[in-house]
């Protein structure tokens, strides 16, 4: 066998320069390159690695957390058919990198983590950054990944690379098991080198198969549908990482089954199609949760039923609900004691629709028309500017949503943001609509935005974002002037966090520790004038072009203003703390059982009368 010499950190590199995929025929390079920042515990193995690899993009971030993102959001974008690598030094770059890897695998999107590592050779320890342990020396910061990779390796000896570089690949590549991969890189061994066999870095087609459904339990699916008189569709993120928005259309136009949207599954349906019913389980519309509410059949597709989609298993409250689950994960195939259709949602849906002559009612068809009409006119009036100021959120989500094009994106995480596009945004296309709410991590936007133009150079993303999470993760921004990358940033300024605000008030424990203000010396507490933050001198100073807003006018001319920059540009906006959109299902928060303080008392109250109409599914 031929054999070619080179270190672990060049041999990772030029294996990964070599993966590609397959889906339906089209194929691609897997990897868009390497992000990361360097330190003693990676400068010297894949540091010198990429720089003997140039053809292999490799980008500088601020922090590891947001090179995750940056490749999380990339993948998300590609619908999981291109990722990035990201690496660290060890010890405080590799953790940081932990909530990205949560973040991706909560999600199910493809990211490889290469955290270095300590000397496997031990001679030197403890190392700069080494977390000693009294009871056991084969052990790192970097064992911290394990529950949050979906495959997770160390590389002790170099030719242990050919035997798990393939897994890697498996994993990241798999529908149904991706998500972080972690491959462990102790520092000397990096640099080690390797008579590695030539045809471990030969060119490496990763076929995507599309998993077909068992035919007795596809049967017995036609079955289910043809004895249900409600039934609704709960569309979730695999119906877009699968492709099969135009063969769920298709197949809602033949059933006229209503459709309602997870935040990941958002896109799904066009926003006006008449079958649309809007937004799912907590943060969903009237007419979804009425609909999910009296349903007697239930068909998940690619749905995880998070506690937000199902209301905190309260969204399905007809007795004899029955649930059908297309899903390519037996994991998720299974919720709700399911039938479970284990196989990917766009063959699976196709098949179905052969074999099915089933059509809904009349009345039932219309309801659902009516119910997405009246939503409809509902976000019209959401929209419509008041005048007074500061202005609402849903006033400035209105203005974004008027000015984005069909294709362009809105890209969010966290706050009181989701919710309110979740039930508001006018989706058309189903890449339009980039929400993490797997992790809702605060600080994923920014960053985000990044990923998600690189992988759609020819979008425009609007990146929506709170001051508090503005505030946890901008320094992207640099990233993005130093690459060359634009995104629009809007960020919107309530002075604290609207959302858990809202959310303690709800609870009885009246927004306490939620807003930005001095501490006042006479309460104790944060009850003093509004913090000095200058967002628009801060985004200014990291070189991002800066327009402030301070109404929907100025609003609508800044995002005119930002269309037409070619550099990553911040539009700031203040907006009102208390005025929140309506929500129309409950979400399951815990209250305190006893207090003191009578609003705790009487949340817990309405707890306990929102807990009845909680089910189990068995
Ligand atoms: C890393 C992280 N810490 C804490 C939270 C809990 N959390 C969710 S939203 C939020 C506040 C967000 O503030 P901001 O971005 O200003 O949005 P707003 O609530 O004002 O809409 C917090 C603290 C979280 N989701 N992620
Ligand atoms: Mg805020």
Redesign the pocket.
Known sequence: METIRLTVGQAIVRFLKNQYVERDGNENPFFAGCLGIFGHGIVAGVGEGLMENLDFPYIMTRNEQASVHIATAYAKMKNRLGAFACISSIGPGATNMITGAACATINRLPVLIMPGDIFVRRNVAPVLQQLESPFTQDISVNDCFKPVSRYWDRISRPEQLITSLPEVMRVLTSPSDTGAVTLALPQDVQAEAFDFPEELFRKRIWKIARPRPDSAVLNEAVNLIRNSEKPVIIAGGGVIYSEATEILKRFVEKTGIPVAETFAGKGSLPYNHPSNLGAAGATGTPGANRFTAEADLIIGIGTRYSDFTTASKTAFQNRDVKFININVAGFDSYKHSALPLMADARVCLEELQELLDFRVSDDYLKSAADANRAWDEMVSGIYSVSGSLPVSQAEVVGAVNECAGPRDVVLCA????PGDLHKLWRTIDPKGFHLEYGY????YECAAGIGAKMACPDREIYVM??????L?MNNEIVTAIQEGIKVIIILLN?N??????ALSQSIGSQRFGTKYRYRDNKTGLLTGETLPVNFAQNARSLGAHVIEATDIDSLKNALKEAGEQTVTTVITIETDLYKGVEGYAWWEVPVSEVAEIESVREAYKVLKENKKKQRYFL
């Open positions: 966290a706050g009181s943001l809702s991590t605060m600080g974002v709170g001051d508090g999470n503005y946890m309530n604290g966090f609207g959302s858990i605000g």
